[in-house]
């Protein structure tokens, strides 16, 4: 018995001193406060994947795997302080390999679309992988969603941390230069994840990261999200072509069903974006929003907010960025099958991607997504979970 203690006593202590040594938990936190770290399987080459589960003051839990940065899980208070997952995702790393819509990765090098997959830099014509019918998405066949970060925990004011990095070589999927990349997730006590990228290279290239995590307020079994009510602080969008390219003009939303400048039920007029099966389009949002006061934007700025009148939780989004992809998820069609054994039906599941607009190194009025040798691209979001 006395020897079973000591083994639990020391497997505890050596928890705690990870949490502890990670996070620099105050004593007389609750137990797991910190980053803990857990196998989650092997790549089909062999790799090791792991996946991390990082515990704030209050309890609440972002669990993010090595493969493609993603968050697998993240649990946040209802109106009654009680826990739940308001991410899509997967328990196990196999459903990921299998192919998925980016629930909760990193996207990177280039986040949205690249008309045709051509750019033109310093006078070069670039050819990159195009895997969305004519256009590039997201990064490619092999984008940062499906490559195996670096993790360790690191330090942070206020909270736990975790860093993920990645060295993106010279021409992977046809983007130029050595991109050396860092992502830090940050859960403070605040109930807030903070995520941090920076990335220098060594050639002009075009980056434009984000993070593209599928959010449903009252949990990914509890159905659609056309309840849950949106606010979004911008007066205009990107319209785009019938292959989600924008045309290049920034339109008022006032008078269209873009327009959430007031709270709006997401569902309240869906309708009108009506599904056209003839050029793959399901219907529901699926835009970019220019967001407000883009010239200012040092620290991050309130881009969106979203409320679940149900369960009370609310998420505001914070973003350094100019622009923020508003998706409702109108890809999912009952086909996979998440965490718990819930299916994944469309309008499941709400993305809020803070990035640059669409195609920008292809519309010079734009803000600019490169980044030259010598310089540092940051970007900062924020998603603050309350409830009322
Ligand atoms: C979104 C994009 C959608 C769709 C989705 C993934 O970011 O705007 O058009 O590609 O990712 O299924």
């Not at 256009?135 to 969603?145: I, P, Q, R, S, T």
């Not at 980056?207 to 159905?223: E, Q, R």
Request: net charge negative; with cysteine.
């Amino acid at each position: 018995m006395r020897r079973r203690v000591g083994i639990v006593g020391l497997v505890v202590s050596f928890l705690y001193f990870v949490g502890a040594s990670a996070a620099a938990a105050p004593e007389g936190q609750p137990m797991g406060v910190g980053v803990q770290k857990a196998e989650f399987g092997k790549t089909k080459d062999g790799t090791r994947v792991e996946l991390y589960t990082l515990t704030n003051a209050h309890g609440m839990k972002a669990k993010i795997t090595t493969y493609g940065g993603v968050i697998t899980e993240l649990d946040a208070p209802d109106r009654d302080g009680k826990m739940g997952d308001v991410v899509l995702g997967f328990d196990n790393l196999n459903s990921y390999l299998a192919g998925d819509p980016y629930f909760g990765a990193l996207i990177g090098r280039v986040a949205n679309r690249i008309a045709k997959g051509h750019f033109k830099l310093d006078g070069k014509e670039y050819a990159v992988v195009k895997n969305n019918g004519p256009n590039a998405l997201h990064g490619g066949v092999k984008g940062f969603d499906k490559v195996i970060w670096k993790a360790e925990p690191v330090e942070a004011k206020g909270g736990v941390a975790l860093q993920l990095s990645y060295l993106s070589p010279d021409g992977e999927e046809g983007y130029p230069g050595n991109l050396t990349v860092a992502v830090t997730y940050t859960l403070t006590d605040d109930n807030t994840l903070r995520i941090d990228y920076k990335a220098t290279t060594d050639k002009a290239t075009p980056v434009n990261l984000t993070n593209h995590s599928y959010f449903n307020l009252g949990g990914p079994g509890s159905g659609d999200i056309l309840d849950e009510v949106l606010t979004i602080e911008a007066d205009k969008y990107t319209p785009v072509d019938d292959t989600m390219i924008p045309t290049g003009e920034l339109k008022p939303v006032k008078g269209t069903p873009y327009d959430f400048t007031k709270p709006t039920k997401i569902g309240a007029r869906i309708d009108e974006l009506k599904p056209d099966p003839a050029k793959d389009n399901p219907g529901g949002y699926d835009i970019n929003y220019v967001l407000r006061m883009i010239e200012e934007k040092k620290v991050p700025q309130l881009a969106a907010r979203v409320h679940d009148p149900k369960s009370g939780r609310v998420m505001e989004v914070y973003t350094t960025e100019p622009g923020l992809q508003f998706y409702t998820g109108n890809f999912l069609d009952g086909t996979l099958t998440g965490k718990n054994g819930v299916v994944y039906k469309k309008h499941q599941a709400l993305c809020l991607e803070a990035d640059h607009f669409p195609d920008s190194v292809n519309h010079p009025d734009f803000p600019s997504t490169i980044l030259e040798p010598g310089k540092t691209y940051t970007q900062t979001t924020i998603y603050k979970f309350s409830a009322k």
